[in-house]
């Protein structure tokens, strides 16, 4: 959902499965295809880029885990 100052709050997190799952790859694009089709009707958004895989997800938070544990020493 996204409020009238652009803040998006994503909900269903009981529905989360780990990236290490073994069908985490399609689960993970069956929602982002879910996700833009829902958009795209609902507000005539497409995005504009390739949207990013679930390997750069995971380098994302790779990088994001090791710089915070940097800060933290």
Do not use: G
Not at 27 to 45: A, T
């Amino acid at each position: 959902m996204i409020d009238d100052e652009a803040n998006i709050t994503v909900i269903d997190f009981p529905q989360m499965v780990s990236t290490s799952h073994p069908n985490a790859e399609s689960y993970y694009q069956r929602d982002i295809d879910c996700i833009v089709s829902w958009f795209s009707k609902r507000y005539n958004i497409v995005p504009s880029e390739k949207l990013p895989s679930l390997a750069d997800v995971k380098w994302i938070i790779k990088h994001l885990l090791f710089r915070s544990r940097l800060r933290r020493d």
